[in-house]
């Protein structure tokens, strides 16, 4: 990120020599060349402010070598030799792949982790996601997060939960450092800047990559040559999308947001545009250029309503891990960028994108530092290994969030004395893009009788905490009690009658398969026990539905209609449907499996089939009334409409609207029950 002046706060320390560097009124310097400026060389220290030093308030971080995650960070080659090491050694779970070079020469690296196919584990093609880090040099906080995402991905691809369903159905692509050049600049010289302390520049604060823009070589690593302390272009103002359109970026070589002479000019951006095509790029689903710093999302807003709220919405999960601390920077909608790659990703393809700005918030003072201008670049070694943590936990959600909603695949029901399967169901294959749901048992369910019902999911619905317990992943609502399940039917009597499936219900963590275990992932499947009560009328067979209400722990909400397989696509969810065939972003209840009741236990289904409640379409309205006499008519009409209106918005969620209720609807008694949730 460009943070060109902070607030300067001198607190408990004598204020260090601003230095005589000239700036016009967008802050740009125009004396760069000058010695009293680009020539003069700074110290950052802890506590000494005295001539041309910078007190930070805090030691100052130095690069440290060592193959694993240190109270502070890593040098360049640690951080490559750990991501080489962690490919050597996990040949099936990621490949490394050299997507370029830059202006220097050197391999810039990328790796996809996840298994060896390129398909999910039920044949679809497999969406991707990805990260880059370290395309501002200065910023080092972006490439120990993006390693912490990747040791995390790789230690977790055994654990039969999140881990192993990332590994198999989700491609992840990590740029660690792609400003390398940039990146080694800054760990040469951890300590020295140069120019002014409202800007200070080459060093510690390099931020852009080493282009010469005379000659087009790359520039030497002295701070003594002037000129090069001011030059580079800035590789997050050099995409396509908004290139030099607008204020965001310069045309002065000397400038902190120089683009470039053209679009893509820089090695390093090709390398960034290769990279994804790892993915394949028409598989992403997830950008996030990791920065630092001010604790903010920013993220372009294409003007494609549906893209926007699909990546508003996870974002706002993303934020939630984060406990709030963390903003959200919504562009202009269909603002054209300013050159980002998170541009690139938005505009060009419709991925959520976004530009994630680490932490700080402000500056060092957030430490107990000084808060001397530019400080917030400096995090403080005693606080990375808790900011890696939580910008992993942050991003393992938005993987799995974006790797698919949930999607029910089977439901078996037993009868509790004998253990006698009643009705078994499997969603299966059917050809390239369809799904058919294979019913392999169906006897009737008895007035009187206790079942259990066991049913399985496509992912892992719950989180587990280091006790085992489940509860909230951080930040979001699902837990043990979210979720139920109905048996829905109308009897033989005429009553409509809701059953509730849930009594002992328990997500299960140990393997086997119906009717005690898991199918593939811990927390895949629950089982649940259930009464048909003894007074429901089922003298013949009679048609009945059972109605699933769940949601993943991200928060996202069953695929009602499993047979048309959800995929995503410009932005949005494509077949994610409701109850009613809906498709859209939020899903519904599934009401695929219809079994039936009766009292003969011998008795063959019958021909009928039923629908859920929820599948209904709202009740037309009666007519408005006629106007009380002597009035103009327009209150009672205007009041109808207003009801209208409340129904059908509240009819996207699913829920009966307060109009509804108004309805006059046939006369049958109801016997209900209380849903049980889980």
Same mark, same amino acid.
Request: glycine share 8%; with cysteine.
């Given at each position: 990120?460009?943070?060109?002046?902070?607030?300067?706060?001198?607190?408990?320390?004598?204020?260090?020599?601003?230095?005589?560097?000239?700036?016009?009124?967008?802050?740009?310097?125009?004396?760069?060349?000058?010695?009293?400026?680009?020539?003069?060389?700074?110290?950052?220290?802890?506590?000494?402010?005295?001539?041309?030093?910078?007190?930070?308030?805090?030691?100052?971080?130095?690069?440290?070598?060592?193959?694993?995650?240190?109270?502070?960070?890593?040098?360049?080659?640690?951080?490559?030799?750990?991501?080489?090491?962690? =490919?050597?050694?996990?040949?099936?779970?990621?490949?490394?792949?050299?997507?370029?070079?830059?202006?220097?020469?050197?391999?810039?690296?990328?790796?996809?982790? *996840?298994?060896?196919?390129?398909?999910?584990?039920?044949?679809?093609?497999?969406?991707?996601?990805?990260?880059?880090?370290?395309?501002?040099?200065?910023? =080092?906080?972006?490439?120990?997060?993006?390693?912490?995402?990747?040791?995390?991905?790789?230690?977790?691809?055994?654990?039969?939960?999140?881990?192993?369903?990332?590994?198999?159905?989700?491609?992840?692509?990590?740029?660690?450092?792609?400003?390398?050049?940039?990146?080694?600049?800054?760990?040469?010289?951890?300590?020295?800047?140069?120019?002014?302390?409202?800007?200070?520049?080459?060093?510690?604060?390099?931020?852009?990559?080493?282009?010469?823009?005379?000659?087009?070589?790359?520039?030497?690593?002295?701070?003594?040559?002037?000129?090069?302390?001011? =030059?580079?272009?800035?590789?997050?103002?050099?995409?396509?999308?908004?290139?030099?359109?607008?204020? *965001?970026?310069?045309?002065?070589?000397?400038?902190?947001?120089?683009?470039?002479?053209?679009?893509?000019?820089e090695p390093e951006i090709l390398a960034l545009q290769a990279a994804a095509a790892l993915g394949p790029v028409n598989r992403m689903r997830l950008y996030g250029d990791l920065h630092s710093f001010s604790q903010i999302f920013f993220t372009p807003q294409t003007g494609d309503a549906r893209r926007d709220a699909v990546t508003g919405q996870l974002v706002a999960a993303l934020r939630a891990v984060l406990g709030g601390k963390y903003r959200f920077g919504p562009e202009l909608p269909g603002g054209g960028g300013i050159g980002t790659t998170a541009d690139y990703f938005a505009y060009r393809f419709g991925i959520p994108a976004w530009t994630h700005e680490l932490e700080p918030l402000d500056s060092g003072a957030q430490y107990g530092g000084t808060g001397v201008s530019h400080s917030g670049f400096i995090l403080p070694d005693s606080e990375v290994a808790r900011m890696r943590d939580e910008i992993a936990r942050t991003y393992l959600l938005g993987f799995y969030r974006q790797a698919g909603p949930p999607r029910v695949v089977a439901i078996e029901i037993r009868e509790t004395e004998s253990n006698t399967v009643s009705y078994r169901a499997d969603w299966v294959a059917d050809g390239a893009d369809a799904r058919s749901l294979d019913v392999s048992a169906n006897s009737a369910l008895v007035p009187g009788g206790s079942y259990r019902l066991w049913l399985a999911f496509d992912k892992p619905m719950r989180f587990r905490d280091a006790n085992n317990l489940i509860v909230a992943y951080p930040g979001q609502q699902t837990d043990a009690s979210t979720g139920s399940a109905t048996l829905e039917l109308q009897d033989a009597g005429g009553t409509d009658v809701v059953i509730p499936v849930g009594n002992g219900d328990v997500w299960l963590d140990t393997p086997g398969g119906a009717p005690n275990g898991y199918l593939r992932y811990v927390d895949d499947a629950l089982s649940a026990a259930f009464t048909i009560p003894a007074g429901v009328a089922a003298a013949t067979p009679t048609a009945a539905v059972l109605a699933i209400d769940n949601r993943d722990f991200a928060g996202l909400r069953l695929d009602a209609d499993t047979s048309t397989p959800v995929d995503f696509a410009g932005g949005r969810w494509t077949a994610y449907e409701n109850a009613r065939g809906t498709a859209g972003d939020e899903g519904g209840e599934d009401c695929s499996a219809k079994p039936f009741i009766a009292e003969d236990p011998n008795a063959t289904p019958p021909a009928g089939t039923v629908t859920c409640s929820a599948a209904e379409a709202p009740a037309p309205p009666p007519p408005p009334p006629p106007p009380p006499s002597g009035s103009g008519g327009g209150g009672g009409a205007i009041g109808w409409l207003f009801c209208l209106l409340l129904a059908a918005w509240r009819s996207r969620f699913d829920r009966v609207s307060h109009c509804e209720r108004l309805v006059t609807r046939p006369a049958t008694r109801r016997l209900s029950f209380a849903r049980r949730l889980w």
């Open positions: 990120m460009m943070r060109l002046l902070l607030p300067f706060a001198a607190l408990a320390f004598a204020a260090p020599a601003l230095g005589d560097c000239v700036f016009d009124a967008n802050f740009e310097i125009t004396n760069p060349f000058d010695a009293s400026c680009g020539g003069v060389i700074r110290t950052y220290t802890e506590d000494n402010n005295v001539g041309t030093n910078i007190a930070l308030g805090y030691p100052v971080p130095r690069p440290v070598d060592s193959l694993t995650a240190v109270d502070g960070f890593r040098s360049y080659a640690s951080l490559l030799a750990r991501h080489q090491d962690l =490919w050597l050694t996990n040949p099936d779970a990621l490949r490394g792949s050299i997507v370029g070079q830059t202006i220097g020469g050197r391999d810039i690296w990328a790796y996809r982790l *996840g298994d060896s196919d390129s398909s999910t584990i039920d044949g679809r093609p497999e969406p991707a996601v990805m990260l880059n880090g370290a395309i501002h040099a200065r910023e =080092w906080q972006s490439p120990e997060a993006a390693t912490e995402v990747f040791e995390q991905l790789i230690e977790l691809q055994d654990d039969v939960g999140l881990g192993r369903y990332l590994h198999e159905n989700l491609n992840v692509v990590i740029l660690p450092v792609l400003n390398v050049d940039g990146f080694l600049q800054t760990q040469m010289f951890p300590e020295t800047v140069t120019a002014d302390v409202q800007q200070p520049r080459d060093g510690r604060m390099r931020r852009k990559n080493l282009r010469n823009p005379v000659n087009g070589s790359a520039l030497d690593a002295s701070l003594a040559t002037v000129a090069d302390n001011f =030059w580079g272009v800035d590789l997050n103002r050099n995409s396509a999308e908004g290139f030099a359109q607008n204020a *965001g970026s310069s045309s002065s070589v000397t400038s902190l947001v120089y683009h470039g002479a053209a679009p893509a000019s």
